[in-house]
Structures are given as structure tokens and as C-alpha cells.
């Protein structure tokens, strides 16, 4: 059971950038041995908030208070000496080192002779892996590992410079269900241990099982905290958006054209076993399945990102293949990758030139670009699909991870493709923006385009799918219609391979 007494109080927190007021007079208190997430769209304030207690950001106005005591966080290395540590949902760790060397990076055990002690380093990494019940070799290198048991490294690493408060940003949103449990059993361990946790998501249907507290914020203030157990989930989303959102999954019913796609017998090494399906117009086909379940790596094949061993591909009843990305784009396919930052954004680019960068020829005059039509474009996508950015220039790399997911989505909805493939299309992003991503998708299939999305969420899959292939172990293991599609079904498919 939390204390009631806080551990972190933040008062009056406010936080101003270039023509944004990003937090403005907000409250939050932690308690020892609590789970207490905190909620918002994109652009609410959370991020900022956590990069304020994590020393990252300057605090302007407001104060900050541990253990009763105010406090004046300089940078992150005095964040972690005050006992805070973030994991963030881009790890924080070097692949090429092992579990240990991580855990201790820059604080290894030396001998008398200044070297590093490599026995004592991997025992005491196994004392605290033991701790954490995590069975995990501290000699195994990290890029051995899946993405649940990298997230287990960073939970390690903190416990190893005594971490009092540690954040969460997104932790489940690369996690399968499995995986989800195992780390929510690790958090209710550190609980139990008086070790404080802020908890960030965008998937709501998750706290009920770890939170205990809620708060909210809203454009920069903070709107309410309450007791998980005293809400639900709809008054959460009206919190979050101002508003209630009736249809979670706004799913239209549009008459079923053509074949546009068909694969047959699709084989790539171990990944992919004789793989059977077709695509057609004005249809949304869901592809489910457990983490590594081929889903990916089939989406990749399509997209001429990766070469496969056999098998045939046809569009509209003609057989192609892939040489490249490039060439699929030509005939008309979009991916929207699962992975934003390496494979679906230039991160060095505006947000324009990144919507705009698919068919340039559709912002050319002559043989330059006509700035003025690529800006009216951006800011069409801009407003049509809510990224908070300051200005169109303003580089990408700098928004946050759900407004760069809408950028990446922009970009192909400026293709005009006929097919689009999305993978994990509203991983990091609110609940306000999911239902804008599904009013597309709506939209996309009334034009006749052939959609294909691929999710770890089965209520998205099952209310926004018309048809539903499962997937395990690299095979096909089970097809729905929509109104047949419950998630024991699917599941019981998934874990078939």
C-alpha cells in the first residue's frame, strides 16, 4: 500500500518556450510506493514536466520538493544523485556492451590496479537482476536482447544508483501482451520495495492493472488527479480532450471493391512460411500477432525493403517485385513504419519537407520547388491532423514522439498511394488523435484505397478491420470477418506458430 505522505511535491510548475507556454502553473505529488500516471495528448505538458524533474529543462517558476526538502535539480547526473531516474522509450543504453557493463556504465568496480573488476561487476549486476526476479545472464550483450528484457536492463540500471522515483515513458508501447505482464509483475515488486514510479501511457485500458493515481493535463495546465479506482475510462478521455468521445472506433461501413493486392506463398528464410492473402480496395485488412510474428518483416517484403526467398506479388493482376522502397512508392504503396525515427522521418528536415519529400513533383515549378505551394501544403496537413509544431520550418526531430507519428502519416496521405500499410500507425500517440488517424483511414477507404494495418492492440485491430489475418511464428494462423473477431479467438491464433 502507497504512503500517503509524499515523497515529490512539484508546485506551481511553469515552463515557457518561443511563442509556447508549455506548463502553466501545475501541481503534481508522488507518493512512496505509488504507481501515479500522468495523462495527456500530445503537446499537454507531460514530456516537458519529466524533462523539468529530470534536470534535462531549467525550472523558470515553481518549486520542487523531496523528501519534504526543496530541492534545485541542476542537470540529469544531479537528478540521479537526488535518487530520479528516467527510462525514456528510446533506451538509454549501448548495444555492444553486456547486461553489466550497462547497468554500471561509468561506475564499474575497479581493482587495486585500476582496472575494472570484472567479477565483481557481474555478480553485482546478478545480485540485482535476482532482486528484480529478472533471468537474465549479466554477461549476455545487449543487442541480444528484445526489446521487454532491454527495458528490464534500464529498470536494473536504476536500481543500481539507488533510484527512490523512477519514470516510465511509454513503457509498453513496443511490448506484447506477455511481456506487459511480466513488466507490470516487476513494477508491482518495486512498489513493494517503497521505490515511487511516474507512469506515462497513451493506453488507457492499462491502468486499472498498475495505476493508482491518475492526473491530467491539458494544453500546458493541469486539469484533475484522481484515484484510478474512483474513474473509468471515458471520464479520463473527457478529462484529456474536453470532451467525450462516444465511438472509440469509428469504423464506416464502405462496399468492398476489387482485388488490389495479392501475395502467394510468400517465403523468406525463417521469418516468413508460405504466406497467402489478398487486399482489396476499400478495405482495412488487420494483421495481428504476437511480437515476432513475421508481421513486420512481411510488411517490409511488400515494401521492397526486403528481398524474400519465393513467392509472388501482384498488383491489380500484375505480378511485380521490389527492387527498393522507391520502386514500390512508384506503384503506389505507402508504409508507415513502426520505427518513425530510423525509417519513417528525416530527422534533420522541417516538418514541411518532410510531408512534401514523397511526390515532390507536386510542389515543383519548372525545376525548382514553388515554397509557396509546399507551404500551403504543410500547413493543410498541419491543421488537418493537429501537429503541434511552432512554425513549418521547425525541424522534426524536435516535436514529440506522437505529433512526428502524425508528420510521418502526413507524408504518405501526400502520396495519393492506393495502398497504405500501417504499422503500428497510433503507437505514441492520445486518444483525441487516435479517433483523427481512424477518421482517415475512413476517409482513405471511401476513396478506394486498399489499407493493411498492423497493431499489438486487438481492440483497434478487431474495431477498425474488416477482415483479420493472425499471425505466429512467421506463419498465417487464422482469418476473421470483423463480426466473428473476438480477442480469445485471435489470441488463440497468435500463439498457435
Known sequence: MAGMDPVLQMRGITKRFPGVLALDD????????????????????????????????SLEDGEVYLRGNRIFIQNPKHAL????????????????????????LAREPMTVGKLIDSRNLTSNAQAILDDLRI???PETRVDELGVAMQQMVEVAKALSMDAEIIVMDEPTASLGESEIVELFATIRHL????????????????????ADRVTVLRDGKKI?????????????????????????????????????????????????????????????????????????ELMRCLFGAQEYDKGKIYLDGSQVRFKSPRDAVKAGIGLITEDRKKQGLFLGLSVTENITITDLDQVVSGVFIDYSREKAVGLDYVQSLRIKTPALEHLVRYLSGGNQQKVALAKWLFSNARILIFDEPTR????GAKIEVYNLMNELVEAGVGVIMVSSEL??????????????????????????ATQDKIV???TKG
Open 26 to 57: 501545475v501541481d503534481f505529488d508522488l507518493r512512496k510506493g505509488e504507481v501515479h500516471a500522468i495523462l495527456g495528448e500530445n503537446g499537454a505538458g507531460k514530456s516537458t514536466l519529466i524533462k523539468i524533474l529530470s534536470g534535462a529543462y
Open 81 to 104: 544523485e537526488l535518487g530520479i531516474s528516467v527510462i525514456y522509450q528510446e533506451f538509454n543504453l549501448v548495444p555492444t556492451l553486456t547486461v553489466s557493463e550497462n547497468i554500471f
Open 135 to 137: 533471468e537474465l545472464n
Open 191 to 210: 512498489k513493494e520495495k517503497g521505490v515511487s514510479i511516474i507512469y506515462i501511457s497513451h493506453r488507457l485500458q492499462e491502468l486499472p492493472s498498475i
Open 224 to 296: 484533475a488527479t484522481c484515484e484510478v479506482a474512483e474513474t473509468d475510462l471515458n471520464e479520463l478521455i473527457r478529462l484529456m480532450v474536453g470532451r467525450r468521445l462516444s465511438e472509440q472506433f469509428p469504423k464506416v461501413a464502405v462496399p468492398i471493391g476489387p482485388e488490389v493486392l495479392r501475395v502467394e506463398g510468400l517465403t523468406w528464410g525463417k521469418k516468413l512460411k508460405d504466406i497467402s492473402f489478398s487486399l482489396y480496395r476499400g478495405e482495412v485488412l488487420g494483421f495481428a500477432g504476437l511480437v515476432g510474428s513475421g508481421r513486420t
Open 428 to 431: 505514441g500517440i492520445d486518444v
Open 459 to 484: 481492440p483497434e485491430i478487431i474495431g477498425m478491420s474488416d477482415r483479420i489475418l493472425v499471425m505466429g511464428n512467421g506463419r498465417l494462423t487464422g482469418e476473421f470477418l470483423r463480426s466473428d
Open 492 to 494: 488463440e491464433c497468435a
